[in-house]
């Protein structure tokens, strides 16, 4: 299988986003001890859409395999 960056993997989302958008994983506790909120963000904004799991997930899962 061809190898592919996550950056490629997720062109369309990362494009939408202003170029000094860093990604966080933020872990809040909430009623639900596995609800996570996934926040990205610059030095003015930050950003909660949902879709943005789809793009720290796998980064997150890599992470975790080595």
């Known amino acids: 299988m061809?190898?592919?960056?996550?950056k490629d993997l997720y062109d369309k989302d990362?494009?939408?986003l202003?170029?000094?958008v860093q990604f966080l994983?933020?872990?809040e506790k909430l009623?639900?001890?596995h609800l996570k909120i996934i926040k990205a963000s610059n030095n003015?904004?930050?950003y909660y859409p949902q879709n943005f799991y789809k793009i720290i997930s796998?980064?997150?899962?890599?992470k975790n395999e080595f």
């Open 44 to 46: 003015t904004s930050d």
């Open 31 to 33: 009623k639900d001890d």
């Open 2 to 6: 061809e190898s592919k960056s996550i």
């Open 18 to 20: 202003p170029t000094n």
């Open 58 to 62: 796998p980064i997150i899962n890599l």
């Open 25 to 27: 994983k933020i872990e």
């Open 14 to 16: 990362f494009d939408k």
